[in-house]
């Protein structure tokens, strides 16, 4: 547990220090205008992290990340659209507050909780990762071979409605994890003749297309921003004795946000709903909910935080990463030359625990900057959407050349984007690619490993009691599509339907 | 057409997505035909299985009758993607900021943006800030810019 204090001076540096103020304002601002999410502004940062000390670009990460989670909660509370996909919930409770004249008070209850929720979650990955570390060192090829599949499969099958796209998605993912030589024979795999694709496919290309090109595209659509909104801080601040007043509904969300987190395929939007659900079925009087509640919208607002440093648990421990925000992360570790797992904490324990104290840091600075600046952060919902499009398609594409100096991979960037876009019109989900790009190498080499210690018996890939827990839970991920058609089978007489479902 | 509408993805184009699918796994093992051994049999299981999958889900295409999704219009879509070439294109013979002249304005028009002013100001202000960024603060190495006499 000691070890984890060997973080805190580097993490306390003033390059880092500013790194995270920076993160963290960048995050509340991206957070704040509709349709651009901490995923988009991880992916467009990613390129220029080459050039920046791991510390300092893993603590912008970590601001974003922290800060865009608040951020998504102004425009739900202050104009019902939710700023990002995790902030359903605070729409619930806080616009109503807004109509009672109480708009500053819900906005101080969303920081409160955010940063409640954020903190919960970095003491959870100081305290949890270290001893999963540990358990860890027990793997050997055959046991991340099935970590790997676990990974992918859950992400997949989890995050789609569709079994089918969710794992055509994993699968185009390995398809491009794949792409150059083969690691252990010098093969050639999927290069079709490109020079520049015989080194791989960068994952900063990959991330930047698939998460910065098609938010872009989608802001093109001007969102309603329902007219002036300076008007709406009004009322008075929070009092201390209110604050103290939302510790119960603060350590139950926080929990829940940092299980759903730990857990592979789940996100901040599923943390925040479910806290909101669990807060208000325990609450003795539950009449206010949904008319102005504050304890909907810290439910919502510490769950959906919550889940963000526990996200990483999974990934800095086993270098599995659980969702895209992680693969993000993961990404910007991998550019950096770190590879997260095991190893990582024994040849960079300063990075490694450096990160988790940037974590808690901002969670702080969000919660001093969101005091400070709320009328500021307040005026990001007038910027026009349909300027800020084309400036985000710019920055991604300098950024990519500037990465690599090679337009290929603008050109490539482009092709995952547009590739993106098409395919989440058909409703398959993204982050099964990113898992499958890279986990896919990690599975494939350690099953040819594995084969090659077992010498081909199929029966050496369960002979260890960690084997046959995660093979099971494969099996249980994969029985989860069943469960749901057979619910789906029950209510077929229920005349609605999902729109967005298309699922087979 | 209404916005809803244009949020609607028809049955065709849902099946050309999972046609593409099914092309790209074929495409995976025509590609990976000529290989032997270990470092085939990874590729050649991805490229039949997503031909499979791009089946199944293109079967139960049919079954939902007008999905909606959350991306901007497919025409608004693809057009955008078509300027995005082209500045790409126009980057490496005029440079990334001067090609960032003519494509703000053009998209910012392509997603409603009718306030010339407005418009012309932010692309100076935004072109401005890239200049600073990337060529005096990161000096990083881009193709020669025509506003700047490098060509």
Redesign the interface.
């Known amino acids: 547990m000691l070890e984890v204090l060997h973080g805190l001076a580097p993490a306390i540096g003033l390059e880092s220090i500013i790194a995270m103020l920076i993160g963290t304002a960048a995050g509340i601002v991206v957070g704040a205008i509709p349709g651009l999410t901490a995923t988009l502004a991880m992916a467009l940062l990613l390129p220029f992290t080459y050039t920046m000390a791991p510390l300092t670009s893993l603590g912008m990460m970590a601001g974003i990340y922290n800060g865009s989670m608040y951020g998504g909660a102004i425009p739900a509370i202050l104009l019902k659209i939710p700023g990002t996909p995790s902030a359903v919930a605070t729409t619930f409770d806080g616009p109503p507050l807004v109509r009672e004249g109480r708009g500053k008070f819900a906005l101080h209850v969303a920081l409160v909780a955010s940063t409640a929720g954020s903190v919960i979650s970095a003491l959870s990955l100081m305290l949890l990762a270290p001893p999963l570390v540990t358990f860890s060192l027990r793997f050997g090829p055959v046991e991340y071979f099935w970590v790997a599949i676990f990974g992918m499969t859950a992400v997949s099958l989890l995050l789609a409605d569709a079994p089918a796209k969710g794992i055509a998605a994993g699968l185009l993912g390995i398809a491009v994890g794949i792409v150059g030589q083969d690691m252990m024979t010098g093969t050639e795999r999927l290069v079709f003749g490109v020079r520049d694709l015989a080194g791989g496919i960068s994952i900063a290309v990959l991330l930047t297309g698939l998460f910065a090109v098609p938010p872009a595209l989608a802001m093109l659509a001007p969102v309603d921003a329902g007219g002036d909104v300076r008007d709406s801080l009004k009322g008075a601040a929070i009092r201390l004795r209110e604050a103290i007043a939302l510790w119960p509904t603060l350590i139950r969300s926080g929990v829940i946000g940092v299980i759903i987190g730990i857990m592979p395929g789940a996100g901040g939007n599923l943390a925040g709903i479910l806290s909101y659900s669990e807060v208000k079925r325990s609450a003795r009087d539950q009449s206010r909910f949904g008319k102005g509640d504050p304890r909907g919208i810290a439910a919502s607002e510490c769950g959906n935080n919550a889940d963000n440093a526990s996200s990483l648990i999974p990934t800095l421990a086993l270098g599995v990463p659980g969702n895209s925000v992680a693969a993000l992360m993961m990404g910007a570790m991998l550019i950096q030359g770190l590879n997260p797992g095991p190893a990582l904490f024994a040849e960079h324990p300063d990075v490694v625990y450096g990160f988790m104290w940037q974590m808690l840091i901002t969670a702080f600075i969000m919660l001093i900057m969101g005091f400070a600046g709320a009328a500021l952060f307040v005026q990001m919902l007038r910027i026009p959407t349909a300027i800020l499009s084309p400036m985000i398609l710019i920055v991604c594409s300098i950024g990519t050349y500037a990465a690599g100096n090679s337009i290929v991979d603008v050109w490539l960037m482009l092709g995952f984007g547009g590739a993106a876009y098409l395919l989440s019109r058909a409703g398959y989900p993204m982050a099964p690619v990113v898992l499958g790009a890279i986990l896919g190498p990690l599975a494939e080499n350690s099953f040819r490993q594995a084969l090659l210690i077992t010498r081909g018996n199929p029966l050496g890939f369960v002979s260890s009691t960690v084997s046959i827990v995660l093979v099971l839970a494969i099996l249980l991920v994969l029985g989860t599509p069943l469960l749901r058609w057979l619910r789906r089978d029950r209510r077929r007489d229920e005349p609605s339907i999902p729109p967005a479902s298309e699922g087979s | 057409m209404s ?1 809803d509408q ?1 949020r609607t ?1 028809s049955l065709v ?2 099946l050309t ?2 046609g ?2 099914g092309l ?1 796994g074929a495409v ?1 093992l025509w ?2 035909a000529s ?1 032997s ?3 085939a049999i ?2 050649r299981a ?1 490229g039949a ?2 031909i499979c ?2 089946a ?2 293109a ?3 049919f ?2 009758r ?9 025409a ?2 693809l057009s ?2 078509v300027l ?2 082209l ?2 294109w126009t ?2 013979r005029i440079g ?1 900021v001067t090609s ?1 002249l003519w ?2 304005p ?3 028009l ?4 009718r306030r010339a002013v ?2 012309a100001l ?1 692309t100076i202000g ?1 072109v401005l800030a ?1 200049l600073i960024v ?1 060529e005096v603060l ?1 000096k ?4 020669p810019e025509l506003i700047l006499g490098e060509l």
């Not at chain 2, 007008?66 to 497919?74: A, N």
């Not at chain 2, 990083?140 to 193709?143: F, G, K, R, T, V």
């Open positions: 916005p244009d993805v184009e849902r997505i999972h593409l699918v790209t995976i590609d990976t290989l051994g270990a470092s990874f590729p991805i299985a997503l999958l791009a199944i889900s079967v139960y295409a079954r939902i007008s999905p909606t999704t959350e991306e901007v219009g497919l608004m879509g955008a993607l995005l070439a500045y790409i980057s490496v990334f960032s494509f703000v053009a998209l910012a392509l997603g409603g943006e407005h418009i932010l935004f890239v990337f990161f990083q190495p881009l193709p």
